[in-house]
């Protein structure tokens, strides 16, 4: 964050700061930046959101190479007229169901560390890389989130069926829909749109923004509207709000050819 600050021409006397915490990291970005807006330390904040997943997954590994992909957002964050409403849940138990295990002052980064070896599913890895046990996330996601939407809708005075627009962690489109049908809520409020991009982490709910840039003013309900983020931890992390008033800008995509994973995830999702 600092050394952005100096690259972005920031005044020397910006607060910068990181905070690192995977798919939920885009809402708790939006809650430390209302926090600081709120008590009139910050009139704006800059939240930058996003990861480089692509350097984390063995390149043998089909179970998540397939899945991931790279991306970072940039949302101003503003004083306005709408009141948020924000809600968080975690579970640390998750922790091992999707890790990266090396390369913390528990697991030093060794030889040992970056030796790839044949995980249980038959994919290889090394302790240096991305270890997620996708059925598990997927039964928390599914059972978890659906129940923090809905005390999200119910701190907002609105009834579930009268929210506009529920922007998810695009972790895939399986888990979109599963989540979007538990809901009993039409497609246009709940959207999947992870097919060209894949799982960017901290940066899906703003891609997702981003990517419909031009059908979110066509949609009636932008005023009730909820953002979730929901994975590494076990962590769900959403934000009841107005979109009402939100720019959002077409997103700029990287030449593929600098990264080979992109057109084979790109098929995949397709």
Known sequence: SVLLQHRLGLPTASAAFDINYGCSGFVYGLLQSAMLVATGSCRRVLLLA??????????????NRMVFGDGGSAALVERGHSRWHFQTWTDGSGGPSLIIPAGGARLPLSEQTARAETCGDG???????????GTKVVNFA?????TLIGELARAMSTPLPEIGFIGLHQANRYMVRTIRRVLELPEQVVPADCGDFGNTGPASIP????????????????????????????????????????????PVVADSSRNPFIEEARGMHA
């Open 142 to 146: 599914v059972r978890e989130v659906p």
């Open 123 to 133: 994919y290889p890895r090394s302790l240096e890389q991305l270890h997620m046990q």
């Open 207 to 250: 891609l997702l923004l981003s990517s419909r840039a031009g059908k979110l003013p066509e949609s009636s309900g932008l005023e009730r509207s909820i953002l979730c983020g929901f994975g590494v931890g076990y962590s769900v992390a959403g934000v009841g709000l107005s979109l009402a008033e939100t720019e959002c800008v077409l």
């Open 50 to 63: 996003g990861d480089v997943m692509s350097r984390h997954l063995n390149p043998g590994d089909k179970a």
